[in-house]
């Protein structure tokens, strides 16, 4: 099916920045639209950002836009999140996804990573 592996996530502090990433397989990477989603604690998975194949076209949450930026890169299979600015109501497990269609919705993703935790402290 595929596989994806987040990274980058850890504790940070209100106002400050933090990079995500997640390494595709070749298949994946390049067959697939890419997203990331976030889930707090007793909440949904929300969308935050999509991108097309060739990373021409963008799309964000409109709580994260102009904060979060994502990106791709073809060389290295990987689809990036650059967090910026970030309050403490960012705090959540952000996940990485691919799919066929370029969604918001979590069910039109088909491969998920396990996961990466991010803590914003004040």
């Known amino acids: 099916q595929g596989q994806l592996v987040e990274s980058g996530g850890g504790l940070v502090q209100a106002g400050g920045s933090l990079s995500l990433s997640c390494a595709a397989s070749?298949?994946?990477?390049?067959?697939?639209?890419m997203a990331w989603f976030r889930q707090a604690p007793g909440k949904g998975r929300q969308f935050i950002a999509r991108?097309?194949?060739?990373?021409?076209?963008?799309d964000y949450e409109d709580s994260v836009k102009g904060r979060f930026t994502i990106s791709r890169d073809s060389a290295k299979n990987t689809v990036y999140l650059q967090l910026n600015n970030v309050p403490l109501s960012d705090t959540a497990v952000y996940y990485c996804?691919?799919?066929?269609?370029?969604?918001?919705?979590?069910?039109?993703?088909?491969?998920w990573g396990q996961g990466t935790q991010v803590t914003v402290s004040s």
């Open positions: 070749i298949r994946t990477f390049r067959m697939n639209f």
């Open positions: 991108i097309n194949w060739d990373g021409g076209t963008l």
């Open positions: 996804a691919a799919g066929p269609n370029y969604s918001r919705v979590p069910y039109d993703y088909e491969v």
